[in-house]
């Protein structure tokens, strides 16, 4: 299940959270007993701390009860002005309103639980409410504030010298790696704070750490690695009782078992029971609506896995059919009303390919419209999630800094105690210490260089990731996408259903291959070449196939073990098509793209035998080659960051007229990049 819906939780309210440790039998005792206790005369305050007890022995498995005594609390504390206890459950009252989505909400009352703290000269809650109050800006894709509350905690946490707060922060710091993709960096923090949380006992905590280290094994594509931390993270949430914990973790196991229906279907119905039972307005419990769905249409396009289903689970294809309508009609809907537009975009695409397999046609072109529309403003927010990524990157590597420069004045202090005492007592001494600090002057030199080395990596890195966005913006122009729907439109319009049906699949595919693709640096070479003859085929299509082509393949390249950077050669086919090819309506127009084999790498060549080549001396030309509306200012960008990367200057772009001046050819020659064995 290679699109499943899913949300990376590991969100941590320390004390909403202090009854997690308890087995689950003890945590029923205990409710029992605190509820019978709220029936006997006592103190305001002792009241206020009974109601707190309830309440974060509730959070886990009956939030809405939680929230109820949460509030009881609150109101009786700030009746008799006791701060300590109104600190305490407006803390919680956030905890459970970030659960259930209102975001909002649940910012505004965890900053009066900070300002509480600080009032309070509480050192321990102000950590947590730092914690806390990063948690909701990281639920609402703001990460740069996320970054900042984060390491204001670990900070803090580090000077407190407060093990347990140390990895929960650095917990937290793990997710925002995982949410940028940087998966080593992820995992470095999260095993960090396994060791703490190992030493300390704190399985609640534990299990929840485990689950990102599973997380940023299974992004990262590696599903093998991640197994055994989710079912030692589920162990846990068993131990403990933790529902919701529990209710995640059958959701992230779904994407484990691609190959088996029957445990993928078995894991979403084991989630589903317990998000409706406590709580279904969770956006998890949204998610995981939209995961039947996709799984259901994954069954039912798959002829092996359709026949298991039937005979193990006696569905049939109707039903199926019906459910998974129905699955993601009911989350497109619920995403709509808590305003979560990334999964609005995420589920309209496969409820379009359900609604054409269905031969629903209209309803498959709504949907594909609706994700069509959905794009621009998706991208938008990544690129701006990104830029905050990579702001975040920057925090960290500050933080790195200082921890080494404490270090080093540390040494620095030492070494100068010990040379006043070696110069009062001998020369010798006095000699063999300045031979040390020259030695360590020689390793800070060291150092220093490495830095800077580190710094130049960073900033070739940063220039490749805003060249690769900018292919990403070219590579599907709007022209080209509203063309196509409406080719489709009119397709089915005119009762041609085949040929609109033709159009809907390849189009579909088309966009699933780019999005795909534009979220990694290097990509397998056959789903380059797969997406290339899409788009290609489709332009014939959209211009009445008044042009040929052909894809050759030199037949010593494995395309499944060789990457490419992806949308590198896209660019310039649409340029032989829109300005070479269509421009004089020849007969014979014909475009030819081809791989084959160098000794220092690949190279491939897009000819055709248009208008010719024309370079841009005439700038009242405007057939000519436009480098940077069409994106051969970007590949030139792009060829330049991969030789700086690599150090060996093996790749590079060549455009020239083609044979007797007729046509253009383009030759992009590339360096071997093989996947790990």
Known sequence: MDRSVKFILCFFFLFSATEKGLAQEKIKAKIEILTKKLDTPMADTDRVDLLFKLNSALAANNPEKAMEYARQGFE???????????MLCINDIATIQLDIGKNGEAIKNQKKALALAQELKDRQITIVSFMNIGAVYQRMSRYTEAATYFFKALKRAEKENDNRLIALSE?????????????????????????????????????????????????????????????????????????????????????????????????LNKAKNIWDRIAPNNLNAIANLGNFGFVYLEILKDARKLGLVEKKLNLDREKMVADAENYFAKSISLSEQAGITDLVFQLTLPYSQLSEYKKNYKLALYNLKKHIKLQDSIYSQEIKNKIASLDSEREIAIRDKELQLNKLEFKQLWLYGILVVVVLSSVLLFLYNRYR???????????????????????????????????????????????????????????????????IQKFAALSRLILENSTR????ADREWKALKLYTELEAMRYNNSFSYSFKLDESIDLKALMLPPMLIQPLIENAILHGLIVDNQPDAHLEVSIKKIETGICVMVKDNGKGFYPQSNPQDKMGIKEKSIGIQSIRERIEMINLQNQNGTANFLIHPGEAGKGTVAMLCLPNYYLAA
């Open 76 to 86: 009786l504390a700030s009746k008799i002005g006791y701060k300590h206890g109104m």
């Open 521 to 524: 640096s290097l990509v397998t």
């Open 437 to 503: 600090i020259r030695q360590l002057q020689l390793k800070s030199a060291l150092k220093q260089q490495q830095t800077e080395q580190l710094n130049r990596e960073l900033s070739y890195q940063n220039q490749l990731s805003e060249s690769e966005l900018k292919a990403i913006r070219s590579q599907m122009n709007p022209h080209f996408i509203f063309n196509v729907l409406n080719s489709i439109e009119s397709y089915i319009m005119d009762n041609n259903k085949r040929t609109a049906s033709r159009l």
């Open 171 to 267: 917990t937290n710091i793990a997710t925002l790696f995982i949410q940028q993709r940087n998966f080593e960096k992820a995992r470095y923090y999260a095993l960090r704070a396994d060791r703490l949380f190992k030493q300390l006992d704190f399985k609640a905590y534990e299990a929840k750490n485990l689950e990102m280290l599973g997380n940023s094994y299974a992004f990262d594509g590696k599903k093998e690695q991640a197994k055994p931390y989710y079912q030692k993270a589920l162990k846990l949430y068993l131990e403990t009782g933790d529902e919701l914990g529990k209710a995640v973790i059958y959701t992230q196991m779904v994407d484990l078992y691609s190959d088996d229906p029957i445990k993928q279907i078995d894991y």
